[in-house]
């Protein structure tokens, strides 16, 4: 069973940075794909980026594309750290923010099929995101 516990949200101005963490345990297969997803009331859940913990590929949605950074510390066994460096960030970027892991799954990236929130097996509780104008 796949954990996975975020930290890092707060609240920050217009312009500003922050970086988000994901810790992630209970692994069983490195062919999984860590993601950021983020949530604001009355919106849909939207992809933000994606990495391949066994490979290291990412990929972005087009509305943080060089401004959002997904980074990984590790697999270490079982175990992985994904971050997100949000920089630029906006007031349309308050949401709140969650970690998702799809295990064994095949070409998420290549598919595009990262970006849907259903392709997902784990979640985290999530952490809030307030950008201040």
């Known amino acids: 069973q796949v954990q996975l516990v975020e930290s890092g949200g707060g609240s920050v101005q217009a312009g500003g940075s922050l970086r988000l963490s994901c810790a992630g345990s209970?692994?069983?297969?490195?062919?999984?794909?860590m993601a950021w997803f983020r949530q604001a009331p009355g919106k849909e859940r939207e992809g933000l980026a994606v990495?391949?913990?066994?490979?290291?590929?990412?990929?972005?949605?087009d509305s943080v594309k060089g401004r959002f950074t997904i980074s990984q510390d590790g697999p270490k066994d079982t175990e992985n750290t994904v971050y997100l460096q949000m920089n630029s960030l906006k007031p349309e970027d308050t949401a709140r923010y969650y970690c998702?892991?799809?295990?064994?799954?095949?070409?998420?990236?290549?598919?595009?099929?990262?970006?849907?929130?259903?392709?997902?097996?784990?979640w985290g509780q999530g952490t809030q995101v307030t950008v201040s104008s």
């Open positions: 990495v391949h913990i066994g490979g290291g590929y990412t990929s972005y949605a």
């Open positions: 209970g692994y069983t297969d490195r062919d999984t794909y």
């Open positions: 998702a892991a799809a295990e064994r799954k095949r070409s998420l990236i290549a598919r595009g099929t990262w970006l849907v929130p259903s392709e997902y097996d784990y």
